[in-house]
């Protein structure tokens, strides 16, 4: 069975860090172009970062000097190490990918910034 899982979310306050992590299973991670998206509270869903699958990634520019995406080939687990988090990175964070035409979604993290 193909699967996202996402994990790694929580509370933390304005200026500090979390590390979401997307655990894979039935495919591998590094074949395919990977995404994380995040949806706020009343807001669309948007992207934010790219993993291409030759390493290269892509950041939105509201997240770009404050987010980083990896991957780990070992593990077939992506990552997004968040820092200097503000509370209007407030959202579900989930990774996607496209196999064989089928979108795929995790069921999403919560990440809560606030003091």
């Known amino acids: 069975q193909v699967q996202l899982v996402e994990s790694g979310g929580g509370l933390v306050e304005p200026g500090g860090s979390l590390r979401l992590s997307c655990a894979a299973s039935?495919?591998?991670?590094?074949?395919?172009?990977m995404h994380w998206y995040r949806q706020g509270p009343g807001k669309q869903r948007e992207l934010i970062a790219n993993i291409f699958s030759d390493g290269v990634s892509y950041y939105d520019d509201s997240v770009k000097g404050r987010f980083t995406v990896s991957r780990d080939d070992v593990k077939n687990t992506m990552y997004l190490q968040m820092n200097s988090l503000k509370p209007e990175d407030t959202a579900v964070y989930y990774c996607?990918?496209?196999?064989?035409?089928?979108?795929?979604w995790g069921q999403g993290t919560q990440v809560t910034v606030s003091s």
């Open positions: 039935g495919i591998m991670l590094k074949a395919y172009t």
């Open positions: 996607n990918t496209v196999h064989k035409t089928q979108n795929l």
